[in-house]
């Protein structure tokens, strides 16, 4: 009884108790949970009664709720404050739930079961049908429908996909977190702003040194790359940045790469695919891979013309001030924020002093509330699994019950991995009308306080957060029965359509002047600032637009492979983002060694979505401007249609219903200058 996960916590809301588990409780309470699951798998297995939805489906869909709570816990922390003697841990875990995860999926007399109620067509709603629809295929991709001879191999793969994953994560933490630039000759700060010698000065304090500090993690690396104008010293943070896991060490990721493609090859053409792109795309809004290829092909059309511009416009500034060399990739940040300011006379020091932290978290709490009629009351008794770690009670309006639980998590340290995420510690139900609450977190690497100066974030790092709290509206304001189905388990380039279009608001004087305050003298933010910032909002949109461009193609290059791979990773990548990359290569640096979307996270032949779900929110915010960027009316439609449902219907359903007709890339293309 000492194990936390084996009893109701005590905490409000039945909140995970992070002050009370240990690192040595995860293991007993995964192997008793999976116990308890096998045990409610065979209760359906054995029922003798016909097998039906309720009987089936919804049993299954009941099953294994400790393992949700305990991976859910353990895999979460595992990314946001993580430590070496839970990175050993997390292969042995993975091992255990993939290995149920076969028994279950692999399991004959089950698959008979819910293949017999699949075949039946039940009466069902749009939800059940869905459940039912996704069961089904679940069990088909999860290797049910294959010879006895073809199941051990099956196991053998899944279980080393998930064991290369975590490994292949754990290398590129472990490298970012390896470097440092230790500066001692304050000479060598010349260009920098003094925010960002403040807190290097600070990193160094921390680490017991004097002088200043520079880190791979995105609030030291990015603002060094823009101001430093020791080129040589960029070069060395470039070079740090962009070879992390392509050093031919132990932390080495191409061996990791060229297995995982192979293997979810293998897995494809086991479940009868030509690859492993045709597979995924089976259950996503694009469908082919001719879709995705002509969606990012047609914006590459578009925009490389305009990253060329880009490019041209960036390389005169840099001759103009000195640049005797060829314009390199460790130049781009430096000269383009260079440019930007004489253009636009904008530069992150002009605007960061209007965007405290604090007044973008309740600016961004008041946007919720304004749109979908949310409240968020800081409850201090909920545990936390960091000090930086905040909680909050989610109410909704005419709402009496707690609406969810969100954590927010913003600044970086050791344990937590790079860039910014949402993720949930449970997802939401309905099932019998019991309302289950998702306890959802926002997790992100914005600018930490100093001593003397709260945090105050870059324009960037308030597009992310809209970003990120998106996805988190998604979560909380779920609405459905079934908890697979609920929150953001919707098709993956379906899911940033949320996200992406919160990201609207950042750019629009109406909602800017209701909190953008000075954090000193309490000035509202100037109207010709703003103005400057909307006006920049497309600099450099040719180059970004290509950038992403590339990023999709090598993702899909990757997964559409129709035999095993066993040449140059760094040459297979250029030879693919080359067409895009108007800058030339950079010696002995690679990307995908680091590119934790497709081989550490969950969008491999998925991360073209961030540009589906551009044409998607680009199109969806346009009814915002047509009626008003604060109607309620649109917002509800937008909650009632999108964030409320998850994956309970066909997304391009949930669309229609919103929007009225199908999404047209028009509107993207317009928003970001490629027209």
């Known amino acids: ?32 949970a999976i116990e308890q699951a096998r045990q409610q798998v065979n209760v359906i297995v054995e029922n003798e009664d016909k097998p039906d939805f309720k009987n089936t489906i919804e049993a299954l869909e009941q099953s294994g709720e400790l393992i949700e709570q305990v991976a859910g816990i353990f895999f979460n922390l595992n990314e946001a404050e993580t430590n070496t003697e839970m990175q050993s841990l997390a292969p042995e875990l993975s091992d255990l739930i993939t290995n149920f995860a076969n028994e279950v999926n692999l399991n004959t007399k089950l698959f008979e079961k819910v293949k017999s109620v699949h075949d039946g067509k039940p009466a069902l709603n749009n939800e059940q049908q869905m459940l039912l629809d996704n069961t089904y295929k679940g069990f088909v991709k999860g290797g049910a429908d294959l010879p006895e001879q073809d199941k051990v191999r099956y196991r053998e793969i899944t279980r080393r996909l998930s064991q290369l994953s975590l490994k292949f994560n754990e290398n590129v933490l472990a490298e970012t977190n390896a470097f440092e630039l230790h500066i001692t000759d304050e000479k060598d700060l010349a260009g920098l702003p003094d925010y960002v010698k403040k807190a290097a000065h600070e990193e160094a304090e921390q680490r017991d040194k004097k002088g200043w500090v520079f880190t791979l993690h995105h609030p030291s690396y990015v603002p060094f790359m823009q101001h430093a104008d020791n080129r ?219 001593s003397d100066t709260p945090a105050l974030l870059t324009f960037d790092e308030v597009t992310t957060f809209l970003h990120e709290f998106g996805h988190a509206l998604h979560a909380m304001l779920s609405d459905v029965t079934y908890e ?36 000193e003298t309490g000035e509202k933010i100037p109207d010709d600032l703003i103005e400057r910032i909307r006006n920049a909002k497309n600099f450099n949109s040719g180059y970004a637009n290509d950038r992403q461009v590339s990023f999709g193609w090598v993702d899909m290059a990757w997964h559409t492979l129709n ?15 080359n067409k895009a990359d108007v800058l ?81 890339v028009e509107p993207l293309l317009k928003r970001e200058g490629l027209l």
């Open 1 to 32: 009884m000492s194990n936390p996960f084996f009893y109701k916590p005590e905490t409000p809301y039945q909140t995970p108790p992070f002050q009370e588990i240990e690192i040595a409780h995860y293991k007993p309470a995964l192997e008793k």
């Open 232 to 450: 040589q010293l960029r070069k060395e943070m470039y070079i740090a940045f962009s070879t992390r896991g392509h050093k031919g060490d132990a932390y080495d990721n191409k061996e990791i790469i060229k297995e995982m493609v192979n293997l979810r090859l293998e897995k494809a053409k086991m479940l009868g695919y030509e690859n492993y792109a045709a597979m995924v795309l089976e259950n996503r809004m694009a469908l082919s891979v001719k879709r995705v290829n002509d969606l990012l092909g047609q914006l590459y059309d578009a925009g490389h013309p305009h990253a060329v511009e880009d490019k041209e416009a960036v390389e005169a500034l840099a001759k103009e001030d000195g640049l005797k060399d060829d314009l390199q990739r460790w130049d781009w940040g430096y000269y383009s924020e260079k440019l930007r300011k004489k253009k636009f006379n904008l530069t992150d020091e002009m605007t960061k002093p209007y965007f405290n932290l604090d007044n973008v978290i309740n600016a961004v709490f008041e946007l919720a509330g304004q749109l979908y009629g949310l409240t968020f009351k800081p409850n201090a008794d909920i545990p936390v699994y960091h000090k930086d770690v905040k909680a909050y009670e989610v109410y909704e309006a005419k709402r009496k019950n707690i609406k969810a639980i969100l954590y927010l998590d913003f600044h970086p340290r050791k344990g937590k991995g790079q860039g910014a995420w949402m993720t949930t510690f449970r997802e939401q139900s309905r099932f019998n009308d019991a309302y289950k609450a998702p306890f959802v977190s926002l997790v992100t690497n914005f600018t930490k306080p100093t």
């Open 484 to 519: 697979s189905l609920s929150c953001t388990n919707v098709y993956r380039d379906f899911v940033e359509l949320p996200s992406q279009m919160h990201e609207n608001w950042a750019y629009e004087k109406e909602w800017l002047d209701k909190w953008a305050l000075h954090h």
């Open 563 to 577: 035999k095993p791979f066993d040449g140059d990773v760094v040459k297979f990548e250029r030879a693919v983002m």
């Open 584 to 664: 030339p290569p950079a010696d002995g640096t690679a990307f995908c060694t680091a590119f934790g979307h497709i081989f550490g996270g969950g969008y491999a032949a998925g991360y073209y979505g961030y540009k589906w779900a551009e044409v998607l929110d680009a199109d969806a915010f346009e009814r915002f401007r047509e009626k008003g960027i604060f109607n309620r009316d649109i917002a509800q439609s937008f909650a009632d249609n999108i964030l409320k449902k998850g994956g309970t219907a066909h997304p391009m359903d949930l669309y229609k219903a919103f929007r009225g007709k199908e999404p047209s």
